[in-house]
């Protein structure tokens, strides 16, 4: 669901200044967010959170920890008089081990329940339990008969392949003299799960300014396409959604399907109550119905069969333990209400910030959240942030972590003189509750976080900020008690970095400066002509003390027929010749790989630039069965993975500078900041193999990065061409292998099509050699992609694009899109084609 926009009214006075931009800096209040009159803003931030190991009572879990990477990027846009446009993209990769579900330790017996859950062939999820009279768990004693009483309980662990999510929201805002008007909307994608929302909200000022009412309402609907695990699968009952799983019969695939809606309700109020005092205070309701369940979150039910009971300890019950889907209600109906004061302290000039949350649910679920602040300038443009959260759950009224039930799973009837089965009947469903969950998230629990964020102000308008929060989350911290046992505790870090920009106030700078040097803003110099979007390192900054900051975003497709050299080749020759002296069983049938690059960069001199270049990347790959080869249970299979990639350090050299042309160098390194050890999904052990070379985050290896660009014009006409290459300085990687080198020539022509846009139109020419020597640990080796000489080869390609570049409150801004289309592919070993690449680049210059 879209989230709720805050605001904090505009300041009246310079101690309310202060408490405002004290306040701006806390966690949970990023830029975009609060309204700053006539103030354009973006920001970017990236984010990694990392839990902590799971209580699994001395077993140890052979997966690690849930992580999280996150970027996030937001702007602020004024476009007329009155009109200003949002927009926000975030993305998320999520990797690592998740519950799914809760079992009693001694479940099977001695053996604790596996910490790997569905860890191969035969996943304790199911099995035997044994109760006593009270129905408590038992434990054997050493000669395997049920003894002690043992309630502990532990989690059964899955590990979830990396998947990344994508989000996109924009608000279009109308100010009228004392009231606002906006509408808005967004999406967030996945490959198992899509969302869509609107939302239509309001504003109205009174007592000049000092009182502001807001209000929103907002539509929110979600399907979700989930496929259940390959290995799961057998062992998890679905018959609750025999209606909503569909099982495709050419691959095997289970998919649950299910939509649900939302309705919210949002109200606000501001008040100014002094010169150094803000209090907000907000209230909010949503309904959601439909499908309002976790896909991957099973029950476990112990089953006591009374035909069964022979190996029942005394006075006991032997019960048949299985997994079923959890069963949430189909509605959901929610209140929250919260109240947040922020108090500037003038004689220490910092703000301080409380607030107080409330949350409840049909679902029987309350929860209470208390946080304070304290923001703190340090002088030298530094800023400290200490703040502390608490937080504390009820459980839903269904939250169960297993159930027990005095049936039977499944009765045969047999023919006595046969054998033959005559009918076989499940349980029955109404002797199970109507709702069940084992989902951790709906128990009861508390969670105290602390950290601090410290942020600096680089320039005036440039914030640079780097953040660290430690949370432990505890079942007995519940207020009032009744929290979940120990096994659910853990704790987590997050680390944040971030940089904003107020480009409202960098314009006015490079407007003062140019008054004063009696020119044109150096934002607005002329180059010799923009770059096609997908040309990095196209041109050097002005002046000595300037700075430069972008984004690259981009997608490249792959998709539909394998080639051998420049022709396409078939399923059986792949199956006798793609993997060496082992014959192929799958080969790849559509990759996409979408990659975002922060660019940051700095003139200390007019002939040097230096440029910091980290990256993200995100890929998945889909696999198909190869005709006529030995039948793989994994044939038909689809995974993701992403996370931090490479990052890029240069230092450019100008050689020649004139009227319209230019000539620099590019001296760079490729820090091997990539993961190159990402697992195979479809191996759940513990030795489970690395993936396909082509899915790994970066190259493993110091690379170093030459360049050579010239740029030129002439009347409307530009044009320009870079040599460029990546030589890996390492013979292999940690995993053993290492990338083949790269060498790239483009040359590009543009017509000035207006005074600030531009057509471009380039060639591409890239040689790439084959990978060299092989993963040193085990790893698939299923298709081509697994093989090492089926990397490198020749490509040659055409791109065409718009290259638009900003003035007036745009001025130093620009924006380009180009499209590459493949024109000749010549691969090494056997690859899938090409369809082509999207390349978008944004850069702010100050």
Known sequence: MAATRSWIASPRGPSLRALTAAALALPGLAPGRARADGSDEFSFQYGRYTEGDRDLSGVNSAYDPIRVDNLLARGRFSLFDRWSLDVEYEQDTWSGATPITTAPLVFGGNRPTSPDGVSGATPFIEGDLFLNSKFQPLQLDEQGEPAAV?????????????????????????????????????????????????????????????????????????????????????????????????????????????????????????????????????FGYARASGYLENPYKVEEVAFIDPAHQAQAPPGGYYAQVHALLEQRPNSRNEWSADLR??????????????????????????????????????????????????????????????????????????????????????????????????????????????????????????????????????????????????????????????????????????????????GEPHA???????????????????????????????YALQDGAVLRGTRTAGDSEIIAEGCHDIPCSTAPKRMTMQMIMVDLGYAPTSWLNLMLMPSFVAMEMNLDPLEGAVPDEHGHHDHETGGVGDTGLYALFQLYAASGHELHAGLGLSAPTGSVSEKDPRSHQQDNGYTHY??????????????????????????????????????????????????????????????????????????????????????????????????????????????????????????????????????????????????????LAF
Not at 361 to 377: L, R, V
Not at 529 to 552: K, S, T
């Open 341 to 518: 004061l922020v108090q500037y302290v003038a004689p220490l000039d910092a703000a301080l910030q409380l607030a107080y949350g409330f949350y409840a649910d049909d679902w029987g679920i309350d929860a209470h959240t208390f946080e304070a602040s304290w923001g703190q300038p340090l002088g030298f443009g530094l800023t400290l942030t200490p703040h502390l959260r608490f937080y504390s759950q009820g459980q839903a009224d269904f939250y169960q972590p297993y159930l027990i039930s005095q049936q039977a799973y499944r009765t045969i009837v047999t023919d006595p003189d046969t054998g033959d089965i005559i009918s076989i009947t499940p349980f029955d469903p109404a002797l199970l509750p109507s709702h069940f969950s084992s989902d951790e998230r709906l128990s009861a629990f508390g969670a105290l976080s602390g950290g601090a964020t410290l942020s600096l102000r680089l320039l005036p308008g440039v914030l640079l900020d780097g953040g660290f929060e430690y949370t432990v989350h505890r079942g007995d911290w519940r207020l009032g008690g009744g929290g979940e046992g120990g096994y659910s505790d853990f704790h987590s870090y997050l680390l944040s970095a971030g940089l904003r920009f107020d480009t409202s106030a960098l314009r006015s700078i490079a407007a003062a400066q140019a008054e004063a040097d009696g």
């Open 524 to 554: 607005e110099h002329v180059h010799a002509g923009p770059a096609p979007a997908g040309v990095m390192l196209a041109h050097m900054l002005d002046d000595p003390g300037d700075w430069m900051f972008g984004l690259r975003y981009g």
């Open 694 to 843: 082509g899915m790994q985050l970066g190259s493993g290896t110091w690379d170093f990065l030459p360049s050579l660009t010239y740029t030129g014009a002439w009347k409307r006409l530009s044009f320009g061409s870079q040599l460029s290459g990546t030589v890996r300085l390492e013979d292999e990687n940690d995993s053993g292998y290492a990338l083949g080198d790269v060498f790239q020539a483009t040359g590009w022509a543009g017509f000035a099509l207006t005074r600030w846009l531009t057509a471009t139109a380039r060639g591409l020419y890239t040689w790439q050699g084959s990978i060299r020597h092989d993963y040193d640990r085990r790893h698939s080796e299923s298709g081509p992609m697994d093989f090492p000489s089926n990397y490198g080869g020749q490509y040659v390609d055409l791109g065409l694009g718009l290259a638009a570049t900003g003035w007036g409150r745009l001025a130093g801004q620009r924006l380009a899109v180009e499209w590459l289309q493949p024109l000749r592919d010549d691969v090494e070993g056997y690859q899938l084609d090409r369809v082509g690449s999207l390349q978008v680049a944004w850069s």
């Open 150 to 282: 043992n309630r502990s309980l532990v989690h059964t662990l899955s590990y979830a392949s990396p998947e990344t999510r994508q989000q996109v929201d924009a608000t279009l805002h109308y100010a009228f003299d004392r009231a606002e008007l906006s509408i808005g909307g967004g999406g967030s994608f996945e490959s198992d799960y899509v969302s869509a929302w609107g939302t239509l909200g309001g504003a109205m000022e009174f007592d000049q300014g000092m009182l502001r009412l807001e209000g929103s309402v907002s539509y929110t609907h979600d399907e979700t396409r989930a496929e259940l695990s390959h290995d799961a699968a057998p062992y998890i009952d679905t018959s609750a959604y025999r209606h909503e799983v569909e099982i495709f019969p050419s691959t095997g695939k289970r998919v649950l399907s299910g939509d649900s809606d939302e309705v919210g309700l949002r109200l606000g109020l501001s008040q100014i109550l002094g010169p150094n005092t803000v209090v907000k205070l907000g």
